[in-house]
């Protein structure tokens, strides 16, 4: 691709950090990772961060940490990334996915109470591409029913809700660092939270269940090993020195394409809420309802042959062959969220594009449009 769809923002100093950390011959269980911890923390404006192998391990340990289990129901949104529901499957409970809304495309919160059932435990909501839905109003909802509430933030590093950081507005809340999020560890996550007994069975789990000081073979509980390397966290740290930066950069760029598609009537944007002061994940657009899914996908077709990378992005959850066989879900159970899921294009989008990249991004897609 010409235009490549997304790239980590990556500098000498991330190399230089990374080299240090081989040549310390300390690349595991090492200083690296409470200083990224704390780096995150201070950040998000949270007592706690627990880093871990990836933000998919990060929603699992989340869900053991409140108890969910075997006939639980957690109240999740179709309109996501595949981990933020395949979490609540993990430990056998079932998901409840409530249709979205057509102008934020986060869940509908209106929706949430009428999916409450005595089996409920707990909602996720979505920071959909770094846009937070009303954190408040899902927190009324979870006080009245006893819910536990997570916030898959992986999407929304930096973004803020009525001035308060995504990853600080519920229970607990999860980043991912893939290379196409707003920092990168290569692979890698983290958990943020404020409650010290979700962060303590958190440290404990991603650590093969020891408690701090336990010997190397003494386990208090089940764990994994979802550790994250010194590699990593170097990494991360650097990326969280240079996060205005960072962010500054991807802003710019979603400034200048927002401009240059303000009046597009064959597209429309996802529309932002008054309360969220979004830090950009992606720069997605959604095709005018008279587009069909098969315009879309010659649409995406013909930007890559143009050397424009190009996404569909999301994939309705619901319509997954997983979620359809193993809960029976199917087409029409959430309208809204399949009428935009099939018009939604991704495209490129990263720190480091040009103001000429976009305009001929927006010039391309316009006359293939
Ligand atoms: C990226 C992402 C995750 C998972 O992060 P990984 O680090 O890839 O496991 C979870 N939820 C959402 C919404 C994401 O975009």
């Given at each position: 691709?010409?235009?490549?769809?997304s790239?980590?923002?990556?500098?000498?100093?991330?190399?230089?950090?990374?080299?240090?950390?081989?040549?310390?011959?300390?690349?595991?269980?090492?200083?690296?990772?409470?200083?990224?911890?704390?780096?995150?923390?201070?950040?998000?404006?949270?007592?706690h961060?627990?880093?871990v192998?990836s933000?998919?391990a990060?929603?699992?340990?989340?869900?053991?940490?409140?108890?969910?289990?075997?006939?639980?129901?957690?109240?999740?949104?179709?309109?996501?990334?595949?981990?933020?529901?395949?979490?609540?499957?993990?430990?056998?409970?079932?998901?409840?996915?409530?249709?979205?809304?057509p102008?934020?495309?986060n869940?509908?919160v209106?929706?949430?109470?009428?999916?409450?059932?005595?089996?409920?435990?707990?909602?996720?909501?979505?920071?959909?591409?770094?846009?937070i839905?009303?954190?408040?109003?899902?927190?009324?909802?979870?006080?009245?029913?006893?819910?536990?509430?997570?916030?898959?933030?992986?999407?929304?590093?930096?973004?803020?809700?009525?001035?308060?950081?995504?990853?600080?507005?519920?229970d607990?809340?999860?980043?991912?660092?893939?290379p196409?999020?707003?920092?990168?560890?290569?692979?890698?996550?983290?958990?943020?939270t404020?409650?010290?007994?979700?962060?303590r069975?958190?440290?404990?789990?991603?650590?093969?269940?020891?408690?701090?000081?336990?010997?190397?073979?003494?386990h208090?509980?089940?764990?994994?090993?979802?550790?994250?390397?010194d590699?990593?966290?170097?990494?991360?740290?650097?990326?969280?020195?240079r996060?205005?930066?960072?962010?500054?950069?991807?802003?710019?760029?979603?400034?200048?394409?927002?401009?240059?598609?303000?009046?597009?009537?064959?597209?429309?944007?996802?529309?932002?809420?008054?309360?969220?002061?979004?830090?950009?994940?992606v720069?997605?657009?959604?095709?005018?309802?008279?587009?069909?899914?098969?315009?879309?996908?010659?649409?995406?077709?013909?930007?890559r042959?143009?050397?424009?990378?190009?996404?569909?992005?999301?994939?309705?959850?619901?319509?997954?062959?997983?979620y359809k066989?193993?809960?029976?879900y199917?087409?029409?159970?959430?309208?809204?969220?399949?009428?935009?899921?099939?018009?939604?294009?991704?495209?490129?989008?990263?720190?480091?594009?040009?103001e000429?990249?976009?305009?001929?991004?927006c010039?391309?897609?316009?006359?293939?449009?």
């Open positions: 691709m010409k235009i490549k769809l790239g980590p923002d990556i500098t000498q100093a991330e190399i230089d950090a990374v080299t240090e950390v081989l040549r310390s011959g300390w690349l595991s269980l090492g200083p690296k990772v409470p200083e990224f911890e704390q780096a995150v923390a201070q950040f998000v404006g949270v007592k961060a627990v880093a192998s933000g998919t990060g929603l699992h340990l989340l869900m053991r940490a409140i108890g969910i289990q075997n006939g639980d129901e957690v109240i999740g949104t179709p309109f996501s990334f595949i981990a933020s529901t395949n979490c609540i499957v993990f430990e056998r409970a079932r998901p409840v996915l409530v249709d979205i809304d102008n934020t495309w869940i509908d209106g929706r949430i109470e009428a999916a409450v059932t005595p089996k409920t435990k707990a909602v996720i909501p979505v920071d959909v591409f770094g846009q839905p009303d954190m408040d109003a899902i927190g009324a909802i979870a006080s009245r029913h006893g819910l536990r509430v997570i916030e898959d933030s992986a999407e929304a590093l930096g973004s803020r809700y009525k001035g308060r950081m995504a990853g600080s507005l519920a607990a809340g999860i980043f991912g660092f893939y196409n999020k707003q920092i990168t560890t290569g692979e890698g996550g983290i958990i943020t404020d409650n010290d007994e979700i962060a069975l958190c440290f404990s789990m991603r650590n093969q269940g020891r408690d701090t000081g336990m010997g190397w073979l003494s208090e509980r089940l764990g994994y090993n979802y550790r994250l390397s590699i990593a966290c170097a990494i991360g740290i650097v990326q969280m020195r996060i205005d930066d960072i962010l500054a950069k991807r802003a710019r760029v979603a400034a200048w394409y927002r401009r240059r598609l303000a009046d597009e009537s064959r597209v429309s944007m996802q529309k932002p809420s008054p309360d969220c002061d979004m830090s950009w994940f720069f997605v657009v959604k095709l005018a309802d008279d587009y069909t899914e098969q315009d879309r996908a010659d649409i995406i077709e013909k930007l042959g143009r050397g424009i990378g190009c996404n569909n992005y999301f994939a309705p959850i619901h319509l997954q062959e997983f066989r193993e809960f029976g199917k087409e029409g159970d959430f309208p809204i969220c399949e009428r935009v899921a099939a018009r939604t294009i991704a495209l490129p989008f990263h720190g480091g594009l040009t000429a990249e976009v305009d001929e991004v010039a391309t897609f316009k006359s293939i449009l």
